[in-house]
């Protein structure tokens, strides 16, 4: 009845117009409806218009069990205690059976409303909001000989691609005898296989680090710090959409600061990231990553001290941070210099923070 009631222009329009929490609902009118709301092009067309205001999704170990705990965020500024509202998630059961090792350092991603947690040697995309949980199945693409072993943490990009499809690479470095090998793999949502990226003799062999890396907010592009030929000061990025590869050098940075050690970070923007340096106790300079491949030098964060190590870009000078000593997360203005406490703390390098829009994508392989 539905169907004869609105023809498909007309019933998509009105749609598209709804708050997320009805569509959720219409979704179980009938088979069509459902089909419609479940559409990539409908999400994607959906999600270009404006909607409900950001808020923040945490994840944190739990001092005690050791266990991830996740949480949604909704804050705003301009009231006393800042923080308006925190919603404890139900962890899927998977998540809590996940383990960590040094070869397979947990790892959080979030696009699109979609949650990407890895631990051990497993893989789960999550939806908190539809409550959707896949695990991915292992990668079976032979990568190990008897006389190689994988001597430094996989690094994985979470990403999404043209034809509304999620993907994750993971690279591992392998050695044998003297030589290093990163060895790329990718995982296609829609046809839930893994297979091998066949790579250069530069990216074969190049040094890629297992701290500084991410994707963009649209998921279209992973980057990672990386060590070419020699130059250490190089990021090497990978396109979902046409899987191929790019090298960029870092900038330079070019404000005076009296410390011996300078660290990086890169965080991610829509399109783009951002590359900051800091040190143990003041973050001091911001450069975007242009689409050219070019940098763009922001602004100084030189009023940002005491120990923060930071999370999340919020706005272009508004971080979130997580304060290196006591473990608190923190909310940083940087050219106005206001500091204030989120009220929650983790351990140190466990914490992970993005902003976050509940999302109609589905992980379901029949969509």
């Known amino acids: 009845m539905a169907e004869r009631l609105l023809n498909d222009y007309t019933l998509e329009e009105i749609l598209l117009q709804l ?14 409806w459902y089909n419609l709301i479940a559409n990539p092009s409908f999400v994607a067309d959906y999600y270009s218009r404006k909607r409900d205001e950001t808020c923040f999704f945490m994840s944190r170990l739990d ?31 998977v998540f809590n059976k996940f383990t960590s090792d ?35 199945p292992p990668s079976l693409i032979p990568r190990l000989q008897e006389d190689f072993h994988v001597f ?17 690479l993971q690279v591992f470095t392998i050695q044998h005898k003297q030589e290093i090998v990163n060895h790329f793999e990718i995982y296609n949502l829609s046809t839930n296989t893994w297979r091998v990226l066949e790579v250069d003799n530069v990216l074969a062999h190049c040094f890629l680090s297992s701290e500084e890396f991410t994707s963009n907010k649209n998921g279209s592009t992973f980057y990672c710090r990386g060590s070419i030929e020699h130059d250490n000061d190089a990021i090497v990025s990978f396109n979902f959409c046409d899987e191929g ?15 011996d050690t300078i660290s990086s970070y890169i965080l991610p923007v829509k399109e783009s990231v951002i590359l900051i340096y800091y040190t143990y106790d003041i973050i001091f300079e911001a450069w975007l990553l242009n689409r050219k491949g070019s940098w763009t030098y922001l602004f100084p ?12 870009l919020r706005e272009s000078t508004e971080l979130v941070c997580q304060d290196l000593e006591s473990g608190h997360l923190l909310y940083i203005r940087s050219r106005c210099g ?3 406490d989120f009220g929650f703390h983790s351990k140190r390098d466990s914490m992970f923070v993005a902003e976050y829009k509940r999302s109609l994508f589905t992980i379901r392989l029949n969509r």
């Open 19 to 32: 708050p997320l929490k009805y569509l959720m609902q219409f979704k179980c009118v009938c088979k069509s």
């Open 63 to 93: 001092r005690e069990t050791g266990k991830p705990m996740m949480s949604l965020v909704a804050m705003d500024e301009c009231v006393p205690n800042f923080v308006v509202q925190l919603v404890d998630l139900e962890v899927p059961p």
């Open 102 to 136: 040094s070869i397979f350092r947990h790892y959080f991603g979030l696009l699109h409303g979609i949650v990407c947690y890895a631990s051990g040697s497993d893989i789960a995309l999550w939806n908190p909001c539809n409550k959707e949980c896949k695990t991915l």
């Open 152 to 168: 430094s943490p996989r690094r994985i990009g979470f990403g999404f691609d043209f034809s509304k499809n999620f993907k994750i």
């Open 245 to 259: 590869f790019k090298i960029t050098r870092r900038p330079p940075y070019i404000s005076y600061v009296d410390y």
């Open 301 to 312: 964060f030189g009023c940002v001290v005491g120990a923060p190590k930071p999370l999340c």
């Open 338 to 340: 206001e500091r204030r």
